[in-house]
């Protein structure tokens, strides 16, 4: 007899004991976070979206060697002579066209080890994690900055600045076997 | 044709409809479900008669404990016994006669009795009047049906309790 | 109420139906709107979580747009099902659930059926809900609807006991079965409820408040149960029967199941109200009173009347959030080896207190 009172006071006593304790949880700001609108702030390190700095890039194609999962796919063009590419932010001096800058962030593991080797820190990771898309094809990320033409363009020029360097050659070399079928004893030094 | 006269007819229908379909029903299930509809409706020919305590007595004692317990006994043993239950027709040429008789027998009765109608609203409860009555002159038989209702409770324990030890 | 609409529109009968279909379109409707709306965010803020807030400000049109995606989504009856009983249950159901209302006095103006049977029409009226529930687990045709439909049928039978204990005890001290007439009992002031003693007077009134409390207690409890809602939720315990007797069904059909549990919880506690805090009386007196104004009082009356209710039901919503579910055995022990007795005991108490 005496349990079975106890046993209904505890009951009714526990029950007030958790509906104190939910009640006061009425009162207590929501952990909630309004994810589209509102999100949490990322930590400085994090490794999401890789972005590439075109401006730097010199086209040294280090990040693409050092890609584990080879998402990375670089081409380059060499400028010619008259154009000038400018500098980079840190001083250094461009040499290439670039004409194709791939990254398949469907392959990308987040491992940034593409970021170490960059001697001007133009890729890094950046903090942007929504990059969802319908197609996988819409998931290639095309950093070059060229347009298809100036491609075209960069390339024949290229082709004619090296074809003109060829016929230079050419002629250089046509000079020099003249000059040497001209005077054999002088070693002259081109 | 009043409003009462709808109601009485809406729930005579409904009456008439769900017990035909208790007796030609050949599942058992459906025959019982429809034994609620014909409580149901005999519940509210009860209220139009005036019998309003009879009619809430009819709904909790025959739907909410005779049928429920009806229905599982229908549905806990419908399948686990290996007793085929027979739901066809059988014997219909005597039986066709019997009902035939007794279904002239009411209709006659019907038309020979002289019914007193009274107006079926402002009818006084009868609750007050049932109680005084049950608790006076019908103490002892209620008394008795007590008891009796008592035993039965613990008689149905003992025999439940038997099995287990 | 009758007697006005016939006025207006004529025809007995019309007013009649519309009479009838009143408490459902002015109040169960929009009630269930707001309640399973204030069920979500009660649950969330309990939770420290925000709830729905993306539909509407503050997420407040969430349950009007579940409506409409309930109202468009097809109607999946599966192929081994008793179609006949499965279409039939909802209604079943939602009727058994509905027809309570008319014994309920919502003001001194309105109310569906002053009968003097009142509350003991509700109790019975209840077991259509029952076999409607038992039909819908049968119909389905799924082992899960069927063993939720029986542990509810159990539940709920069970239950009806120490509730009706408690009923009779207040029937007891009321004297009258019609819930109008006890409501009318405890008019003026909140100490004049039920729970306070009631209209008893001197030392008795006093004494009967902790006995009034264990009644109210009891029957708030057995009420939970019979509505099925934690901690007494055994049967649509999601975690084991997916979610009982209502399964199979989709679209209007389960929506019309939703809508019976809710129109069920809004009942209980309009019962708990009526029996034990005075029905649709303010605890302060009128303001319509005060001021004159005659047709002020039953909205008022209709106004505390809801705000009892919802209060009743906030704390099952509370309850719900707080408690884990009670397993077969515990429930049957607490019903049968708990509230019983002390329903017993206290029905013999109020009567003796009653008598003196």
Request: charged share 15%; hydrophobic share 50%; net charge neutral.
């Amino acid at each position: 007899m005496k349990q079975y009172l106890i046993n209904t006071w505890q009951a009714i006593y526990t029950v007030l004991v958790g509906m104190k304790i939910t009640f006061k949880h009425l009162f207590v700001p929501s952990v909630t976070i309004q994810y589209p609108d509102v999100k949490q702030p990322m930590v400085d390190r994090v490794r999401n979206r890789l972005f590439v700095n075109m401006d730097d890039c010199i086209g040294c194609d280090q990040c693409a060697r050092a890609c584990p999962v080879n998402c990375i796919e670089i081409e380059t063009v060499k400028s010619v002579p008259p154009e000038d590419l400018g500098k980079t932010s840190q001083g250094k001096k461009k040499a290439l066209w670039v004409t194709k800058f791939d990254i398949d962030i469907a392959k990308c593991c987040y491992c940034s080890l593409c970021v170490y080797p960059c001697p001007t820190d133009c890729i890094y990771m950046t903090d942007s994690y929504e990059f969802s898309e319908f197609e996988r094809n819409d998931l290639i990320y095309k950093f070059a900055t060229l347009t298809p033409e100036e491609t075209e363009e960069k390339k024949a020029n290229f082709e004619k600045f090296q074809a003109e360097k060829e016929a230079k050659k050419a002629a250089a070399a046509a000079a020099k076997a003249k000059a040497a079928a001209e005077s054999k004893p002088d070693d002259k030094k081109e | 044709m009043n409003l009462y006269d709808y109601i009485f007819y809406l729930f005579a229908l409904l009456t008439v409809v769900s017990a035909l379909v208790v007796v030609t029903s050949k599942n058992i299930v459906h025959a019982a479900f429809s034994l609620m509809f014909t409580l149901f409706g005999i519940s509210g020919l009860y209220v139009l008669l005036g019998a309003d305590f009879i009619a809430v007595v009819q709904i909790i004692v025959y739907i909410g404990g005779i049928l429920i317990l009806l229905l599982f006994g229908v549905m806990l043993t419908n399948k686990i016994t290996n007793v085929e239950i027979k739901t066809g027709t059988i014997k219909t040429i005597p039986m066709a006669i019997i009902t035939g008789v007794f279904g002239a027998l009411l209709i006659s009765i019907m038309y020979g009795t002289k019914w007193s109608s009274a107006p079926p609203d402002n009818m006084p409860s009868t609750l007050q009047i049932l109680g005084n009555t049950l608790l006076t002159e019908y103490v002892l038989i209620f008394e008795l049906l007590g008891m009796l209702l008592l035993v039965a409770l613990i008689g149905a324990a003992s025999i439940a309790r038997r099995g287990r030890e | 109420m009758y007697e006005i609409l016939t006025d207006i529109i004529g025809n007995q009968i019309v007013a009649y139906v519309i009479a009838a279909a009143l408490p459902l379109f002015v109040f169960i409707l929009p009630f269930a709107l707001v309640a399973v709306l204030a069920e979500r965010k009660v649950s969330a803020f309990m939770q420290d979580r925000l709830g729905p807030m993306r539909t509407g400000p503050y997420g407040l049109l969430q349950t009007v747009a579940d409506i409409l995606k309930l109202i468009q989504k097809e109607d999946i009856v599966a192929s081994d099902t008793d179609k006949k009983l499965f279409n039939l249950a909802p209604i079943l159901v939602f009727a058994g659930s509905y027809a309570a209302f008319a014994a309920i006095p919502f003001t001194s103006a309105y109310i569906g059926s002053s009968a003097d049977v009142g509350i003991f029409f509700i109790i019975a009226i209840s077991s259509l809900v029952v076999a409607g529930i038992l039909m819908a687990g049968w119909a389905s045709n799924n082992k899960y609807s069927l063993l939720g439909s029986m542990r509810s049928v159990a539940q709920i039978i069970s239950y009806e006991i120490p509730a009706a204990l408690v009923i009779l005890t207040m029937v007891m001290l009321t004297g009258t079965l019609s819930l109008s007439e006890m409501t009318e009992m405890q008019t003026q002031y909140f100490w004049n409820w039920n729970i306070f003693g009631g209209a008893e007077t001197g030392i008795v009134k006093i004494l009967l408040i902790p006995f009034m409390l264990v009644g109210f207690i009891i029957f708030y409890i057995s009420s939970l149960a019979e509505v099925n809602r934690t901690p007494f939720d055994i049967p649509e315990a999601e975690s084991e029967l997916v979610a009982g007797y209502h399964t199979e069904y989709s679209g209007m059909k389960f929506a019309m199941f939703f809508l019976a549990e809710y129109a069920n919880m809004f009942a209980v506690s309009a019962i708990v109200v009526a029996l034990f805090f005075g029905g649709y009386h303010s605890p302060f007196g009128y303001l319509g009173n005060a001021i004159g104004i005659d047709w002020l009082i039953p909205v008022e009356q209709l106004f505390w009347f809801t705000v009892k209710g919802t209060f009743f039901v906030i704390v099952q919503m509370w309850l719900r959030w707080t408690l884990p579910r009670l397993r077969v055995d515990q429930l049957m022990n607490v019903c049968w080896k708990y509230l019983i007795p002390y329903a017993f005991v206290n029905l013999i108490i109020v009567g003796i207190l009653t008598l003196l």
